[in-house]
């Protein structure tokens, strides 16, 4: 059974940074598309970055573009994601997913829906 497990949120004050971890199993992990989505209270869940097989290519919502890298180590099966200048509109659950659809070429073009997803990891910026 894929596991997905994330680790490294908690609070945190505006302006300061985290970074999240996410460690893989079960799975080959070089061959998934990976993702990192967030949901806020009341909202629906976002991708906020995700990154390429190998690592080469990544994607970012324009909303945290600039301040979050994601990358990824596919000898440790892990995935990452750098947060820096956090806002307290960033505060947020924060789930890994990995795409499901092996094929997928649109690294931005993830289906909630067709993802695995790691039980996430909160993530609170205080003003």
């Known amino acids: 059974q894929v596991q997905l497990a994330e680790s490294g949120g908690g609070l945190v004050q505006t302006g300061g940074s985290l970074r999240l971890s996410c460690a893989a199993s079960?799975?080959?992990?070089?061959?998934?598309?990976m993702g990192w989505f967030r949901q806020a209270p009341g909202k629906e869940r976002e991708l906020v970055a995700s990154i390429s097989r190998g690592g080469g290519s990544t994607w970012y919502d324009d909303s945290v573009k600039g301040r979050f890298t994601i990358y990824r180590d596919n000898d440790k099966n892990k995935v990452y994601l750098q947060m820096h200048g956090l806002e307290p509109e960033d505060t947020a659950v924060y789930y890994c997913a990995a795409d499901l659809d092996l094929r997928a070429r649109n690294i931005a073009a993830m289906d909630p829906a067709r993802v695995y997803w790691g039980q996430g990891t909160q993530v609170t910026v205080s003003s």
């Open positions: 079960e799975l080959t992990f070089r061959d998934y598309v």
